[in-house]
């Protein structure tokens, strides 16, 4: 997707952040709400009711996110070892395929995935 970003229709992060092709070029949390507060105006469903038509027409999305703070020479190390070398597999499971931009990230066996951020402004890496 990333080579092809006209195929973007929305984007959004975890802190609310939104943007939609055509619209803003930024993340924008205040147009998240108001296109959730149209949403359910305009279907007269509930949140909840509207999360569950979502999963319904997309499937289940499950997430979640661990941050380690490490010394700088581990993330010196960490960084050098996700530049250099190239993992067969993790955790028991074959990489299937892997992408390096915003950080190192895998999919694995199952479309399973997996990234690795290593953070610039502070010795964090967020997996």
Known sequence: MMNNPDKFLIGGE??????????????DG????LLRAEATAMSKKSVASLLKDIKKLVGE?????????LSSEIMNISR???ETKHPKSIAGMKVQKSITIDGHKFTLDDSARIG????????????
């Open 30 to 33: 205040i147009l998240a709400c």
């Open 116 to 127: 690795f951020r290593l953070l610039g402004t502070e010795p964090l890496v967020r997996i």
């Open 14 to 27: 975890e802190s609310g952040g939104l943007t939609i092709r055509g619209h803003v070029s930024e993340k």
């Open 61 to 69: 999305t499950l997430t979640s996110r661990l941050d380690f703070c």
């Open 80 to 82: 050098s070892t996700l």
